[in-house]
Every structure is written in structure tokens, then in C-alpha cells.
């Protein structure tokens, strides 16, 4: 680990005057001396991870364990990130209990800092989501969150697609060629479930695996809070059990889990949430690989991935079918 001064890039440089920041902020860190390493790097194939921020392990001082972690988003993804409303819902998902403390918020810098959970904290596993005790605790932890106070940050994923669309351009060399039938289907998602009828509630909106953190005794802690917001709580549960589900038997029993008993309705609603959660992370894998200045992540190999899985999905027999049984 580093003391500050010699950042060798630009994400150090805003995080080396996000830690001093709050190492004169907050009493118990005033007159240490930060030193940091990177945490995680970037991923994007196959697990979308610490590509739209640079993290840290942060120690107290040059001999101390890191006690603290850093998260600084990428300035590239400006235009896909709200770092406040971030800060503002890990506070609320820390209050429950579910989340490490987050204790500053250097808002130029787009960095927040937060109690690291420290080595007892492993990312699942698809296999550990696969086992019913992890999912009940994964799936009860959402309904926590989506039983408190709003997260004041109203989001959509068919909105988020739309926005994508724009910013890579219709004619966007990197989409598919098929991607105006994905685009058909997602409209007719919207379509279908705005016909049906949706709810709103704070959500975590963003259970990829990497994010969703075990420890002693089966304990869960939720990370990376860039997507928290309030949505269709049918949106979090469809791109979970996509994430934790290959096939449709376990994903009826995670309906099961959180509605208190399987409902076809419901589960039609995951299915095509999950479609649309797909498209929505590829595009953005798309977009990162155009706005990122790190050439060595593999965003298109990721998009690829995840146009196939809707693709699959929404051309499946009965997609058309699940639309109408919403």
C-alpha cells in the first residue's frame, strides 16, 4: 500500500484528494495517515465488475490492516452514474443493517468511503445464490429494503434503455444487427407491463453476484450502489433470479420465496424483466466500451453475452404468451 502524493493516474488523483478530504472530515481519522492499494480490478467478461469505478483498500496508517474501502466513479461514466444518490441510498441500506457504513461523500471527486468489511466477506457464487437458504436471505434482504422510505431517485429500465439507445446512436456499429428486434420486444414489454399495472419501492436494483456479499454464518451485506433506486420491485427480483436461475425450476421456487407461495403472474413479470435487464446491460456495456479509456476490458465480449441471453429469452416458445399473462 501507498501513502498519498505520488498518484500514477487520474482515478488515484481523485482518490488520493477524496481521502484526504476525509481523513480531515471525520474526528476519528484526523492526524492518520492514509495509505491505499487498489481493491479490485477492473472486470468486464465475464462478471461486469469495478468497470465504472476504481476501488480501494484504505489502512489507516503505512502499518495498519485496511479498515476502509473507496470507491471513485469514472469520470467516462458521467453520463451513466449518480454518485449522491448513491451515497444518499447506502445510508438508508446501512441503516438496515444490510450494507458497510458509508462515512463521506467527496462529491467533486464522485468518491465514497466506507467501512470495509474485511476478509470474512467472500462475493457469491452462481452455486452459493443456487442454495435455498442464500436466495431466502438475498430475496428477504430486498423486501427490507423495498419496505422503507424511497430512495428519491424514480428509475426505469426501459427508460435506461432509451437513454443507452441515444447515446450510442441508432446507427452504433457495435450493435447487432438484430437489435431492432430487441427494441420491438422491449417496447412490447413496457407495453405489457404498463398495461397490467406496476408498483414503486426502493430497491438495490443491482444483484449481480459480485455484488452480494456473505460472511460469518450465512450473513448478507449488499455493495456498489450505483443503480439503488425506486422501481417496479418485479424489475430487482426478474434480474436476480436471471443472475442466480439457468433454468425456470428455480426460478419458480425464488417466486415462491418471495411472494410466500408461487405465482404464474409473477413469475411472468420476472421473465420479462430478466429480458429487459439484458438488453439494458448490454447496451451499457456498449456504451462503456465507448466512453472507457481502459482498451483492455472486454465490454463487447460482456454485451455479447447478455443480447444473447435476451435474445433467447424474448425468442423462446411462449415469451409471447408470458406477455399476455402478465
Not at 241 to 250: D, G, I, M, Q, V
Amino acid at each position: 500500500m501507498k501513502a498519498l502524493g505520488v498518484p500514477e493516474d487520474a482515478s488515484e488523483r481523485l482518490a488520493e484528494v477524496a481521502l484526504a478530504q476525509a481523513f480531515s472530515a471525520r474526528p476519528e481519522l484526523r492526524g492518520k495517515a492514509p495509505h491505499y492499494a487498489v481493491a479490485v480490478p477492473g472486470l468486464a467478461s465475464p462478471s461486469y465488475h469495478g468497470v465504472e469505478s476504481a476501488t480501494y483498500r484504505v489502512a489507516e496508517g503505512r502499518d495498519a490492516e485496511p479498515s476502509l474501502f473507496l470507491k471513485v466513479s469514472e469520470p467516462c461514466a458521467a453520463a451513466l452514474l449518480d454518485p449522491a444518490a448513491a451515497f444518499r441510498a447506502a445510508q438508508k441500506i446501512a441503516a438496515l443493517g444490510l450494507a458497510p457504513e458509508p462515512l463521506h461523500f467527496a462529491e467533486r471527486e464522485g468518491a465514497i468511503l466506507f467501512r470495509c468489511l474485511g476478509p470474512d466477506w467472500r462475493p457469491a457464487t452462481l452455486d452459493t445464490l443456487q442454495q435455498p437458504d442464500s436466495m431466502a436471505t438475498v430475496i428477504d434482504a430486498f423486501r427490507r429494503i423495498g419496505a422503507g422510505e424511497a430512495f428519491g431517485r424514480p428509475w426505469s429500465v426501459f427508460e435506461a434503455i432509451r437513454h443507452l439507445r441515444a447515446l450510442l446512436g441508432e446507427g452504433g456499429d457495435a450493435l447487432p444487427p438484430d437489435a431492432w428486434f430487441l427494441f420491438d420486444w422491449a417496447e412490447a414489454i413496457e407495453a405489457a407491463l404498463a398495461a397490467a399495472g406496476t408498483d414503486t419501492r426502493p430497491a438495490h436494483a443491482d444483484p449481480h453476484a459480485s455484488n452480494l456479499l456473505f460472511g460469518p454464518g450465512g450473513a448478507l451485506q449488499l455493495v456498489d450502489f450505483d443503480m439503488a433506486c425506486d422501481t417496479d420491485p418485479h424489475y430487482q427480483l426478474g434480474a436476480f433470479l436471471n443472475e442466480a436461475c439457468p433454468f425456470e425450476t428455480p426460478m419458480k421456487a425464488g417466486i415462491e420465496m418471495a411472494e410466500g407461495a408461487f405465482r404464474p403472474e409473477v413469475f411472468n413479470r420476472a421473465r420479462a424483466y430478466a429480458a429487459a435487464d439484458d438488453l439494458h446491460w448490454a447496451l451499457r456495456a456498449l456504451a462503456m466500451d465507448r466512453l472507457s479509456p481502459r482498451r483492455g476490458l472486454e465490454f463487447r465480449k460482456f454485451a455479447a453475452w447478455r443480447f444473447l441471453r435476451c435474445r433467447m429469452r424474448v425468442g423462446g416458445p411462449g415469451f409471447e404468451e408470458t406477455l399476455r399473462a402478465l
